[in-house]
């Protein structure tokens, strides 16, 4: 995750030099027709996204948690310049998280009969990116955009649902499941709960609804299509010592 993130901002700082050289050295006579061929039309786009998400612990020897998300967005891009393809980009995605996990094993009887504990933590947002982008124009079908940005996410739904899966070791036994069911449930090894809800949570680990961050990335637009890859980290923590890390990884149509 690193060396990806690494090489996205080496990827744009490069585009964007390159770019920028080629426009301030050229001639006079030059610049004039370059800056007649400028392509500074804005877009729309409709996309969705793969979100391989990582949730950081900053508690010693604690282990992150890997998340898989979807997200499914509108994005604008606004021209802020006629000479110059600089853009604004602005729009908002309905973005879901999934994090799964199984617990080791628990003995539950002496025929041999264990339990283990099945996590399931589900986030839904709305997410709210801004950029600036650069629209490097390489033919009249193909451009190459690095952009830069900040996130605004609002939390809307969290629940963390945990249940038990049994290993019966005869038959028999798997008769009294119903029971051993409600008595796991009240010594606490099933339980549903909302993560922003104070008292299911705790107040060192209720989540906060509101969150930001920054990212990095770049599209590659063919015709109307659009591909495109990024990396970002929030600047506030979800819960204490704990904050998101999300790579993107993009298709979309633009109109």
């Known amino acids: 995750m690193k060396n990806l993130r690494t090489y996205l901002v080496m990827g744009a700082m490069v585009i964007?030099?390159?770019a920028s050289a080629q426009f301030v050295n050229s001639g006079s006579s030059s610049s004039v027709r370059s800056i007649s061929s400028v392509n500074t039309n804005g877009w729309e786009r409709f996309y969705v996204e793969y979100n391989p998400t990582k949730l950081k612990i900053d508690v010693k020897n604690a282990d992150?948690?890997?998340f898989k998300g979807l997200t499914f967005g509108y994005m604008k891009g606004i021209s802020i310049t006629n000479k110059i393809p600089?853009?604004?980009e602005a729009g908002a995605g309905l973005q879901f998280?999934?994090?799964k996990d199984e617990s080791d094993e628990f003995e539950l009887l002496d025929d041999g009969s264990t339990f283990f504990q099945k996590y399931r933590v589900n986030l839904f947002s709305i997410n709210i990116p801004v950029n600036l982008v650069y629209k490097w124009q390489i033919n009249d079908k193909l451009s190459l955009s690095p952009y830069f940005?900040?996130?605004f996410r609002i939390n809307v739904v969290g629940k963390e649902k945990v249940d038990v899966e049994f290993d019966w070791g005869t038959q028999e036994t798997a008769s009294i499941e119903d029971e051993l069911r409600e008595t796991l449930e009240e010594e606490g090894y099933i339980y549903d709960s909302n993560l922003f809800d104070k008292d299911d949570m705790g107040k060192d680990g209720k989540w906060k609804r509101f969150q930001a961050g920054w990212h990095i990335g770049a599209n590659l637009d063919y015709n109307h299509f659009n591909v495109g890859?990024?990396?970002g980290s929030d600047f506030n923590e979800v819960f204490d010592k704990a904050k998101?890390?999300?790579t993107s990884i993009r298709v979309g149509y633009n109109f």
């Open 244 to 246: 998101f890390s999300t």
């Open 86 to 88: 600089l853009f604004v």
């Open 64 to 66: 992150d948690f890997d």
């Open 149 to 151: 940005g900040l996130d």
């Open 16 to 18: 964007a030099c390159s």
């Open 97 to 99: 998280r999934t994090y």
């Open 229 to 231: 890859i990024g990396y």
